[in-house]
């Protein structure tokens, strides 16, 4: 059974930090890429950021990069996201995926970031 169970979200004030991580199971982790995505109530789902699955690459939206690290331990089968310098308007609803030759999602960690 595929299974991606996000942690490490919480509150955090203005100009802080928090890392994200992505614990995966039931599928070939190294042979799929992974991805951060966030949304906020009544908005789509956004990505954040991305890395292929040898870890050698990774991509992030324009209004992503400089702040946000995305990185991955295949031996651990792990993914996580660094943030930094965290904004009110970063706060959402942030999700591991899975893609490539699946595409899985996990349930989900909250980061609010107070002003």
């Known amino acids: 059974q595929v299974n991606l169970v996000e942690s490490g979200g919480g509150s955090v004030q203005s100009g802080g930090s928090l890392r994200l991580s992505c614990a995966a199971s039931?599928?070939?982790?190294?042979?799929?890429?992974m991805r951060w995505y966030r949304q906020v109530p009544g908005q789509e789902r956004e990505l954040v950021a991305s890395?292929?699955?040898?870890?050698?690459?990774?991509y992030y939206p324009d209004s992503m990069r400089g702040r946000f690290i995305i990185s991955r331990d295949n031996a651990a089968r792990t993914v996580t996201l660094q943030m930094n310098n965290l904004k009110p308007e970063d706060t959402a609803v942030y999700y591991c995926?899975?893609?490539?030759?699946?595409?899985?999602w996990g349930r989900g960690t909250q980061v609010t970031v107070s002003s």
């Open positions: 995926n899975a893609w490539g030759k699946i595409n899985a």
């Open positions: 039931g599928f070939d982790f190294s042979s799929n890429g």
């Open positions: 890395i292929i699955s040898s870890g050698s690459s990774t």
